[in-house]
């Protein structure tokens, strides 16, 4: 297959609910955690190569880990060893998703390596298939996988397909460093020690509120257990949020483990102001005007199909 190529686009994600339970003895939290796919996106391309490589480029490049340590060469690693196949392939990843901004970028590229290698070896596995890969790779990477909007429950990695009846606006603000997903559920159970943790449930008026696409009955809806312990780790995030909402945004939160930080507006228009106002505030390095949903893993070209 010398010269051959799959490139895959694979969707960033904000958690419009994110409801955490209690540590388990794992040490895993149960979740009720409602995914929606972002209009920001990475692009995977495989090649065969002579041994298993990854580079990365585009904005943070530096951050992403190039060895096995990386979801996608993990990836590409557990499909192999299902198949029986030496997993000499170079994945290249054109990043465009924050880098530990928790909008699940790394997530991103293990179910976009996935579906590419899949095409690239031309194995034709089925989503059932794919999706229990993922969900041995992570919490988060079968929504990437899936895309759309889905109640994970679990670990996250248990969907059911959510309907959403519009277009959701939103600007993102991503904000210098990252934040460890590790050290911010640490966090919360150092906050939550000694408290009463109620299992956690998706809100239905949140459900129904995507389901409508009415941005103004989803925003009052819109809650991240995780935000008081990504606030807590890092302060100056509350003023990002502030100088969103009194820019006009109908809501804000914190996405995932953060650090970047979700605004929920009425329409395009706003999201244009809404991000004009943070990054004239100074409190983020960049804001991203988007919209949802979005599909999730999709092979945008495949020069295999071409020479088979």
Not at 1 to 6: C, K, W
Not at 198 to 218: N, Q, S
């Amino acid at each position: 297959m010398s010269g051959t190529e799959v490139t895959v686009r694979v969707p960033a994600k904000v958690n419009v609910q994110l409801a955490v339970g209690a540590a388990r003895p794992d040490g895993f939290h149960d979740l009720a955690n409602v995914f929606l796919a972002v209009g920001l996106y990475d692009e995977i391309t495989v090649t065969p190569a002579d041994e298993l490589r990854v580079t990365c480029a585009g904005p943070d490049a530096h951050q992403v880990p190039l060895d096995t340590t990386n979801l996608a060469a993990r990836a590409a690693l557990a499909l192999a060893e299902r198949h029986g196949i030496d997993p000499r392939v170079h994945i290249h990843i054109d990043k465009d998703i924050p880098v530990a901004g928790g909008m699940a970028g790394g997530s991103a590229d293990g179910a976009g390596a996935l579906l590419a290698c899949d095409a690239l070896w031309s194995l034709g596995s089925s989503q059932a298939e794919l999706l229990a890969i993922c969900a041995e790779l992570g919490s988060d990477v079968p929504f990437s996988l899936l895309g759309g909007a889905a109640l994970g429950v679990g670990r996250g990695e248990r969907l059911t397909p959510l309907d959403v009846g519009g277009t959701f606006h939103w600007v993102f603000a991503v904000a210098d460093g990252g934040l460890s997903t590790p050290a911010v559920y640490a966090e919360f159970d150092r906050l939550t020690s000694g408290t009463d943790v109620p299992p956690p449930t998706a809100d239905p008026a949140l459900l129904t509120a995507l389901r409508t696409g009415d941005p103004t009955a989803l925003a009052p809806t819109l809650t991240n257990d995780l935000q008081p312990a990504a606030l807590s780790l890092r302060p100056s995030l509350a003023t990002t949020l502030t100088t969103g909402t009194s820019a006009g945004a109908l809501a804000a939160l914190v996405s995932g483990s953060g650090p970047t930080t979700a605004f929920l507006t009425k329409d395009e228009e706003s999201a244009t102001t809404v991000a004009d106002a943070l990054l004239a505030s100074g409190n983020c390095r960049t804001a991203r005007v988007t919209s949802s949903p979005a599909a999730g893993a999709r092979v945008v070209s495949d020069s295999v199909a071409e020479t088979r």
